[in-house]
Every structure is written in C-alpha cells, then in structure tokens.
C-alpha cells in the first residue's frame, strides 16, 4: 500500500433477509458505493477497498470482513469507511455508536452513511449527537421491518407448497415440471419396507431381508443415478436399522409435505436445530403418494414404544475407541450386564470375515492394559528448568500506560500526531512481551508434558487396570479382528508403538 494513498473502504453487507430485496444486493451497494467514490473530485490518490460480509447478521460485530476492516483501521491504514446506510455497518445501535463516537475519531477516519446523508467530515468534530442518532434509529426499524415482512412472505409461500427442497427423499425424483414424483425402482423398496413392517418384521429383520434381497441402500441407489454426495466406499450393500427408521417415520411418503422442520442457529453460519413439530409446516396432496396414510399410520402405531427412563450415563475406558479391523466401522458395546463389543455393521451379512465378531469388554481392557504395561519404558528424572521473570507485570504496566496516554489525549493535553507517535512505542513493546510470554508458556507446558510422560510407567504400574484417565491419555483407537488380535493405536508421543 502506497503510505501517501487515502486509502477508502467500502463495506458491504448483506444478511439472509436482505438477499430478497433487490436494491440491497451485494452488486447494487457496490455500484452506488463506487458512484460515491468518482464524484470525490477534492481527494487524489485514491486507493479503494472492498470489504464483503455475504450473508451475516449485523446485530453483532463477529463478520470476517469487519473485524479485519477494524484491524486495518487500528493499525492506521484506513482513511474513510463508506456505508450504503447505517445498518449495513451494523443494526446495534450501541456500538455503532461507540465506533462512531469514540473508535473512528480517535483513529481519524472519515464515516460516510450514503442513504442517511451523514459524512462525519463535514461535522467539524463533532459525531452528531441527537440527530445522528435518531437517523440511525429510523434505518434500524425499518431494517428489522424489512427482515419480518421478508419471513412472513417466506412461510405464506410455504403454505402454498412454491418451496421444494432440491433433494428428493429416497423414492421420489424430480418430474419434468420439477415436482417431486415416484422414482419406480426406488419407491417400490420403499413400499417393501412398509410392506414388511405391516407384516410384523422388526426394523433389524427388515434391515437383513433388504440384505438378502441385494437391495441397493440408499445412498448406493443415489450414486448408481449420478448423485455423488455419499461416501458409499464401506457400504457394501448393507442396510441399517437408522436408515429403514428414517423411512418408516417419514410422513412425505403418504403425499405430505413437510417445509420449516429445522431452523439456522445463526445467521451466516451452516449449525441448524430441530424446531418443534407445531412450528412445522405440513402441505397435504402436495405429491403422488408412495404409501397410503393407513398404511403408514397402521406402521407408526406398531413403532411407537415408551421411552424408558433415562439411566445414569456410564463412562467405561474405551468408550468411541473400538473399532473392527476388517470393516474398520465403529464396534458397539452390548447394553446387557455383561457388556462386549459386537460388529452390527455386517450382522445382517454372513459370509463377511467380521460377521460374528464379539469380544469381552473385561478381556478386551486386560489385553490393552497388559499390552501397555509392557509399552511403557522407565523415563529418566527431569530436573524441572528454572523459571524465568515473567513478563505479565511489565505488560500491565505498558497496558496502564495507554490507558493514561489515552486519557491525555482526550482531555487535549496532547495532539494526535503525538498520541499515535508514543501509542506506537507502547504497542511495540506490549507485542514483544506478549511474544515472550507466549515463548516462556509454551516452554512450561512442554515441561510439564516431558514430566508427566516422565510419571507415566509409574501410573500404569499403580493403576493395575485400563481405567478412563489411562486410557484418555494413551490410546487413539484399538482395532479387534475376527482372530483374536488386539491393536491399539497409542497417541503420537505418548508411548512407542
């Protein structure tokens, strides 16, 4: 960056909601932002910044692009931010006022809000005040406005069926006309399944008839027709009581559809939760039905069961650590009194190698144990290293020395240039103690790490069983095979394999 540049940013901002409303389209605020910028004939040089946050809410400040426009901005290498309107900055009006009042005053950066005719140039120092406020307050209610009736039209358009996920539920494919219609192959397994539920099969036997039938599973039906979105490497055919669950339970089949189910925990991020099944919205004969709504009912009866209270939740060492070494897929502990790892995934396939494969879990922990009790190797005594002064004093003290710096500024004992000169120096020094500490703990913790594998012999001895606290430290995962062999995957750096 040129220093002798005046350097404009342009932020640009648009959440889920905005994205209906044409004129707030990332393309239309970076037309009218630019516009803004050709007609500066009073600056030369000018270097121009882009700044995009797609898909963000603006009630907060935790946006990619903002916090690294405020970065720029502390480090003095912005001159003027430009705003299409306020709520693009940001829809807290707190904040905003403190960036506007405190943050781009201190640092002299020039605050341009096209559509509310603010530009703290022209002000003279001054932020504002009442006025300013009151504009921002007027754009807010009508961003939030904005936002409701965006939801609004968006569940009555989902009352009139126009929404359709662009992934059909396995047994449905999209017609000509882009609905959803019954995908022949697919949507007789699925009448099967029902089929064999109404018949009084259990979803494990269900699970092992579509085995023997050679039935592809879902996602291998998907793949076969050019949808790639499955890992079907491990699947080998076999069905699993989930997936014949998520079918016998899915009420689509009967020509109901079902929109709103999940809901964005927050906006710009991909984490979704369930919503409650009132807050659904269900369109009936909104498709060709696959199974008739007695049918289904009839099999919804025969799964309901009562749930059993929940029992006190036990931790055992190898809890998510065993897995099969031949199908590699995660083994499951029996819940009887007798607990023991079994491979489900190809109980329903008999000629499998692993079709069968159970082990004891008391015979499984003895063999881990022993085979890390004769891992372990005595570990030389560590003289632990002295300690060096530690920095965190001289940082408080550079920390206090800005606030005070700070202050000075503020009640003009002293000019800008020669707060930014000495905040400078500050900050100079702050990040070298800062680099120094990180250095002086990364230290100690690899100590403390060298100490306590110093320890570990002496605590595998002592404990005289696999218990959780061992097994956290020392094992990633342990393979069992249809052989009897036993291997564990120690952790790197813990034990020598």
């Known amino acids: 960056m040129n220093n002798a540049s005046y350097v404009i940013a342009l932020y640009i901002r648009l959440s889920i909601e905005d994205n209906k409303v044409d004129s707030l389209s990332i393309e239309n605020q970076k037309i009218a932002l630019h516009q803004y ?171 092992k008839a579509l085995f023997e039938r050679g039935i592809p599973t879902p996602a291998e039906y998907k793949a076969a027709h050019g949808f790639t979105g499955h890992d079907i490497s491990r699947s080998r055919g076999i069905w699993h009581e989930s997936t014949v669950t998520h079918i016998l339970e899915d009420e689509r089949y009967t020509g109901t559809y079902i929109m709103g189910k999940r809901e964005v925990t927050e906006v710009g991020g991909h984490r979704v939760r369930m919503k409650d099944e009132s807050q659904w919205v269900k369109i009936p004969d909104h498709h060709p039905t696959i199974i008739d709504r007695e049918l289904f009912e009839e099999v919804q009866a025969k799964l309901r069961r009562v749930p059993a209270p929940r029992k006190n939740v036990h931790t055992y060492p190898l809890k998510h650590k065993v897995f099969c070494g031949c199908c590699l897929h995660a083994l499951s502990r029996t819940s009887n009194k007798n607990h023991a790892y079994l491979c489900r995934h190809t109980q329903v396939d008999e000629s499998a190698p692993c079709h069968g494969l159970r082990i004891s879990e008391t015979e499984l922990e003895r063999i881990v144990y022993e085979l890390a009790l004769g891992q372990v190797q005595a570990a030389p005594d560590s003289v632990p290293a002295a300690a060096p002064d530690s920095p965190e004093g001289k940082i408080a003290d550079f920390q206090e020395q800005k606030r005070c710096l700070y202050e000075q500024f503020v009640r003009g004992e002293i000019s800008i240039e020669d707060y930014r000169e000495h905040k400078a120096v500050l900050d100079g020094e702050l990040d070298r103690l800062r680099q120094t500490l990180a250095v002086i703990r990364a230290q100690a913790s690899q100590s403390q790490a060298e100490q306590d594998r110093g320890l570990l012999p002496q605590k595998v001895r002592e404990a005289g069983r696999l218990t959780v606290e061992l097994a956290g430290m020392l094992i990633d995962r342990v393979y069992v095979f249809p052989d009897g062999r036993v291997e564990p995957n120690w952790k790197v750096g813990v034990l020598s394999t």
């Not at 946050?53 to 931010?81: H, W």
């Not at 009042?101 to 201190?106: E, H, R, S, T």
């Not at 307050?137 to 569940?155: G, R």
């Open 37 to 207: 910028v050709d007609a500066m004939q009073d600056i030369k040089n000018i270097e121009v910044l882009e700044f995009v946050d797609n898909g963000y809410s603006g009630t907060n400040f935790e946006r990619p692009e903002v916090i690294r426009l405020l970065d720029m901005v502390q480090a003095g290498k912005i001159n003027c931010i430009i705003v299409k309107d306020f709520t693009r900055f940001g829809r807290n009006r707190i904040s905003v006022g403190y960036f506007l009042d405190k943050v781009f005053p201190l640092y002299g950066v020039r605050f341009i809000a096209l559509n509310d005719g603010f530009d703290s140039g022209k002000l003279n120092g001054d932020t504002g005040g009442l006025g300013v406020m009151f504009q921002y307050f007027q754009a807010e209610v009508y961003s939030w406005d904005l936002s409701v009736k965006y939801k609004s039209a968006k569940q009555v358009k989902f009352r009139r069926g126009e929404y359709q996920s662009k992934i059909c539920p396995y047994g449905y494919r999209k017609g000509a006309d882009g609905r959803m219609e019954p995908d022949g192959e697919a949507a007789a397994n699925v009448r099967l399944i029902f089929e064999l539920a109404q018949s009084g099969l259990s979803k494990k036997k269900i699970a």
